[in-house]
């Protein structure tokens, strides 16, 4: 039972390490948006409504892919603080399933969220009935 509670208390700290990671890898888009915003600020692109419009749309595209990385983030931290307060057990199992995308950090800490996750004596911490039951 002990050992059970050092594992979900090192999975919440990864968790939290790996939420700050992605959020800071969201960013680097940033630098695309900056260069498009200039180049689109350009007086002989102004006239050219194709170019205008395919920039757009990456720009459109870019602010989308730096929310969804945002917002993954802020989901891996809010797992890993449900796995310290040992609640929400089905939202941490698939955050921990969906993290396993992320190569390679996501996916060591997803198997590890998954394997501690489906024990008996941890699902009993989340208060999860068991499978037969």
């Known amino acids: 039972m002990n050992e059970d509670l050092q594992h979900l208390k090192l999975l919440s700290i990864f968790h939290y390490v790996v939420a700050g990671l992605t959020g800071l890898f969201s960013l680097l888009p940033v630098f695309h948006l900056v260069l498009f915003s ?48 040992q609640r929400n057990y089905t939202f941490c199992l698939v955050i921990a399933a969906i993290s396993c995308l ?7 800490l997803g198997i590890f969220t998954i394997l501690v996750l489906v024990r008996p004596s941890v699902k009993e911490r989340f208060g999860v009935a068991p499978a037969g039951a």
Request: proline content about 7%; some cysteine; charged content about 10%.
């Open 102 to 108: 992320l190569v390679p950090l996501g996916t060591v």
């Open 38 to 85: 200039v180049f689109l600020a350009d007086p002989e692109v102004q006239g050219e409504p194709p170019v205008r419009v395919m920039m757009g749309l990456m720009m459109a595209m870019i602010v989308a892919m730096i929310f969804a990385g945002l917002a993954f983030a802020a989901c891996l931290a809010a797992a890993g603080r449900y796995l310290a307060q």
